[in-house]
Structure formats: structure tokens, C-alpha cells
């Protein structure tokens, strides 16, 4: 069974910068190529995806209103998945939720159906 723990998250200003980490751990992590992104979810709105990445790290991919500020990358020696978070909005305020998936191509992580969930840091990000 693999667990994910988030970390990372506060209180900034807008255009201030934060960065995520996800802790990957359990017996079965490391017996597959898992890959790895995150979500969020606003107060009273949907969970949304962010961003994601192969087990490789050789393909990336983002929402659109994140692209060009968030940047995701990963340790596979530390089981370890980031999100570099720069030029924060007030409208990035959200809980992050770390995934990860053996088999979902990254083409299809925007329907959140993956195996793997975090329990969430809390970003707030003050005008």
C-alpha cells in the first residue's frame, strides 16, 4: 500500500512563492513506475487538477492557469514529488492534494480517478 503526505502549504501574499512536497512512501511504491501530480479544491468548488509527471520525469503537464508559474518535478531517490509555486494568486488559495497512479497516462489525470491520495496542505494566498 503506498501513502502520500503533503507538506509545504501556508499563508503568502499574492506574487509570493511556495513550494509543495509530497512524500511518497509504502512497500509497493517502489515495485512500479508511478506517476505523480497534484489537484486542488477551493472553498466550495470542485477538485481541480494542477499539474503532473511521469515516473521518468521526462513529461510534464499543467493546467492552464498554472502553466508558466507552477513547476512540478520529482526525486525518484527520495520518493519525493514538488510543486514550485511562483507568482501566487489570491485564486491559487486552495487545498493541494498530492496523487499518484502506475498506469494512468498523464493525457487523462483531469478525471482525478487515481489510485493514490494525499490528504491535503492548505494554501492561502492574501491580496
Known amino acids: 500500500q503506498v501513502q502520500l503526505v503533503e507538506s509545504g502549504g501556508g499563508l503568502v501574499q499574492a506574487g509570493d512563492s511556495l513550494r509543495l512536497s509530497c512524500a511518497a512512501s509504502g512497500r509497493t511504491f517502489n515495485s512500479y513506475t508511478y506517476a505523480m501530480g497534484w489537484f486542488r479544491q477551493a472553498p466550495g468548488k470542485e477538485r481541480e487538477f494542477v499539474a503532473a509527471?511521469?515516473?521518468?520525469?521526462?513529461?510534464?503537464v499543467y493546467e492552464d492557469s498554472v502553466k508558466g508559474r507552477f513547476t512540478i518535478s520529482r526525486d525518484n531517490a527520495k520518493n519525493m514529488v514538488y510543486l514550485q509555486m511562483n507568482s501566487l494568486k489570491p485564486e491559487d488559495t486552495a487545498v493541494y492534494f498530492c496523487a499518484a497512479d502506475p498506469i494512468l497516462p498523464l493525457r487523462r489525470w483531469v478525471s482525478g480517478s487515481l489510485e493514490v491520495w494525499g490528504q491535503g496542505t492548505l494554501v492561502t494566498v492574501s491580496s
Open positions: 509527471i511521469t515516473w521518468s520525469g521526462a513529461n510534464t
